[in-house]
């Protein structure tokens, strides 16, 4: 359990409901306690630890009158929204759907000054896979078979896509529009906040594929660091329900890459069987077993290849290279870049990946 809530109103139907949408969807992560008056929210809050407090707009004089005496974050859920003054509470608007009043929630105890230390349990989310996806050669697609894999996922199973490029290029259609500003600001705050950013600041495409708005400014990215993402994947684990994590780093490799290629379940190399692809190819190979030496693990063995843009003459059967391949995708020609997603992701081109998963 992540926050114990308790939501003081007169709007007790309204109530009951939030309660049970929060029970089912997010039962792991957030309590919700229910009162009908600003006596009994008192009277809680002195006898019962509690992280949230919430309240609707009908007590707000009452509880602004008596703020001082609340301990944690505190939030005002509102029939109506007005501009706040800086020393009023936080304002959610009551009627929006269940997953973002959860999202509000959580954000309004973010921003709270006292936070507990969430501990997630890494061994429950043992079935959490995270697969990056790579390439020494640029243009061979590596985004592209990327965002295929993760809209074919996102038919069966909920799936979390990851671009840690600078030119993010996903649609967000649903949700926050520039969540990785979120993620960075958590990261580096070094508060307890990153694993409740990493839930509201989530959002969704029109194919159902989960995701984090791009950096209002993508320069920001670069100011990651190794740690930032060796906290970014510890956080992750407390996202139970994606059971598959899809990075998408393309063709930069730094500090922050190779740790998460380290953190990676699979990594998926893009290669395009041209002779400069292939020469591209075999120096990654030497590069991620030189790196893995250093690091005093075999990398290599996570690897797996994509092939991409191959000719329809030369389909599944003509793989003549030592390693397994994960899949192979024809060379698509289409008008539209979603066309050629949507083309790839229906085929059959992950056959081999979705079962593949090596351990070092």
């Known amino acids: ?17 939030l309660m049970n949408f929060l029970d089912k969807e997010y039962g792991n992560k957030i309590e919700l306690d229910i009162c009908s008056s600003v006596e009994a929210l008192f009277e809680y809050i ?5 992280d949230m407090v919430l309240f609707g707009d009908e007590f707000e004089a009452k509880v602004q009158a008596r703020i001082k005496d609340i301990p944690c974050s505190y939030a005002c859920i509102a029939e109506q929204l007005y501009d706040s003054m800086d020393d009023e509470a ?3 608007d009551k ?61 069966y199973e909920k799936v979390l896509y990851i671009d840690f490029g600078l ?14 500003d979120e993620i960075i600001l958590a990261l580096k705050s070094r508060r307890n906040i990153l694993p409740l950013k990493l839930s509201s600041a989530v959002s969704s495409t029109a194919h159902r594929v989960y995701t984090y708005g791009p950096c209002s400014n993508p320069v920001d990215l670069l100011e990651l660091n190794k740690e930032d993402i060796g906290n970014f994947i510890d956080g992750m684990a407390a996202l139970s329900e994606y059971r598959k994590v899809i990075v998408d780093i393309g063709t930069s490799i730094s500090l922050k890459e190779i740790e998460l290629m380290k953190r990676a379940d699979v990594i998926v190399y893009i290669l ?21 030496k250093k690091e005093q693990m075999r990398l290599i063995r996570k690897m797996t290849v994509f092939r991409n843009k191959v000719k329809q003459d030369r389909g599944q059967e003509a793989w003549n290279m030592e390693e397994q391949a994960a899949g192979w995708a024809p060379y698509v020609s289409m008008d539209s870049y979603d066309a050629v997603i949507d083309r790839i992701a229906r085929s059959d081109s992950f056959s081999n990946l979705v079962q593949y998963s090596k351990t070092v």
């Open 1 to 17: 359990m992540w926050i114990k809530a308790i939501y003081c109103t007169k709007d007790r139907v309204y109530a009951n409901r």
């Open 46 to 50: 002195g006898q019962d630890k509690v």
């Open 90 to 92: 936080v304002q959610i």
């Open 95 to 155: 009627y929006q759907r269940g997953d973002k009043i959860y999202k509000s929630i959580v954000d309004a105890y973010a921003g709270g000054r006292k936070i507990k230390r969430i501990h997630t349990d890494k061994e429950k989310n043992g079935e959490q896979k995270i697969y990056v996806f790579t390439s020494a050669n640029g243009g061979c697609g590596t985004s592209s078979v990327a965002r295929a894999y993760a809209k074919r996922c996102a038919s």
């Open 167 to 180: 030119f993010y290029s996903m649609e967000v259609t649903d949700g926050n529009p520039n969540g990785m």
């Open 272 to 292: 395009e069987e041209s002779d400069i692809g292939k020469k591209k190819y075999e120096c990654f190979c030497r590069f991620l077993e030189s790196v893995g």
